[in-house]
């Protein structure tokens, strides 16, 4: 299994900018895809970007196209979540995961991926 550790997260004012980073330790190689996934109080978890180990295709949210980008650096294990232009509706906490297969159909979903960090909050004040 891999271990996931979410870093980066804070308050910031709208219109800011915030960088997240999710390190994965342990069984490294097992993962294919790592995703972002957000959850807001009262609401149910969401998918916010999805990136490919190898290819490095991504995927995205419509609600956080054009304002977050997600990268990763494989020497180092870890995946990042560049936001921009941040709005009073992107707080919450910020969740990666990870996965050994998932399609790009289920590429969405929280229930396709295996391991979770404990997550991170984002605090988005107007």
């Known amino acids: 299994q891999v271990q996931l550790v979410e870093s980066g997260g804070g308050l910031v004012q709208a219109g800011g900018s915030l960088r997240l980073s999710c390190a994965a330790s342990?069984?490294?190689?097992?993962?294919?895809?790592m995703g972002w996934f957000r959850q807001a109080p009262g609401k149910e978890r969401e998918f916010v970007a999805a990136?490919?180990?190898?290819?490095?295709?991504?995927y995205y949210a419509d609600s956080v196209k054009g304002r977050f980008t997600i990268s990763r650096d494989n020497a180092k294990n870890t995946v990042y979540l560049q936001m921009s232009s941040l709005k009073p509706e992107d707080t919450a906490v910020y969740y990666c995961?990870?996965?050994?297969?998932?399609?790009?159909?289920?590429?969405?979903?929280?229930?396709?991926?295996?391991?979770w960090g404990q997550g991170t909050q984002v605090t988005v004040s107007s």
């Open positions: 995961a990870a996965s050994v297969i998932v399609s790009s159909l289920t590429i969405s979903r929280p229930n396709a991926y295996d391991s």
């Open positions: 342990g069984r490294t190689f097992g993962w294919n895809t």
């Open positions: 990136i490919r180990r190898s290819a490095g295709s991504t």
